[in-house]
């Protein structure tokens, strides 16, 4: 089983909608999530970066995390064309775990949002 | 303010042989990690370089190396190449504890 599962889609959608991407792990020690953006032929950018669990918002994202569940979401409201991309979700352990320095993904889903 | 740069951006080799790729980190950044992303999938962590030592290490064979020189920045070398080893090589920087920044990749095709 992998330590973090993501569904891959891939996921059509019209512009407006509001999108759902999801994540769940395994590792209960995983402190840190982040959901990167990746077009294509390009290298993963920084969307959103939580800590433990609770919801943060940054302006149509809004990323929410359930430790005892151990499942984080990110949700895109009024998606736009310009949306479409790999969404990964990424995380890592607090300072002095062995998972601390490295980010482990999830496999990605394709988000397209069609005019 | 240059981003994190690596060469080449793609390149093709055949099976067994040897190839090295280069990483400029973000200016500023003196922490360097591989990954390599394969086709549909998310990438995977391979080693990470700081103060020019290898810190940690993810589930890769000895064929992986790295090396970070005095400038911070880094290279990966994959020895002996087989067809799985076609991937998109990603290097990431950061600073401390701050946000990893990534670059556009090196896309390795083995033949």
């Known amino acids: 089983q992998k330590e973090v599962e993501q569904d891959p889609g891939p996921l059509s959608v019209p512009e407006g909608a509001i999108v759902s991407l999801n994540c769940t792990y395994s590792n209960s020690a995983f402190q840190y999530f982040m959901w990167y953006r990746q077009y294509s032929r390009k290298g993963p950018e920084l969307l959103m970066y939580t800590y433990s669990s609770g919801n943060k918002e940054d302006g149509r994202f809004t990323a929410q995390v359930d430790k005892s569940s151990k499942y984080i979401s990110l949700f895109i409201r009024d998606s736009q064309p310009s949306d479409s991309a790999t969404y990964l979700c990424a995380m890592k352990g607090g300072a002095g775990g062995t998972s601390y320095g490295k980010l482990t993904f999830g496999q990605g889903t394709i988000l397209t949002v069609h005019p | 303010d240059a981003g994190v740069t690596q060469s080449p951006t793609h390149l093709i080799k055949t099976r067994g042989q040897q190839v090295t790729l280069r990483c400029s980190p973000k200016s500023g950044h003196d922490t360097v990690s591989w990954y390599q992303q394969a086709l549909g999938q998310g990438p995977q962590f391979i080693f990470q370089y700081y103060e020019e030592e290898e810190r940690q290490r993810g589930n890769f064979p000895d064929r992986f190396s790295g090396h970070q020189f005095p400038n911070y920045s880094s290279e990966l070398n994959v020895n002996a190449l087989l067809l799985g080893d076609s991937a998109l090589y990603l290097c990431?920087?950061?600073?401390?504890?701050?946000?990893?920044?990534f670059g556009e990749g090196s896309r390795l095709t083995v033949l």
């Open positions: 990431a920087s950061r600073r401390g504890a701050g946000e990893l920044f």
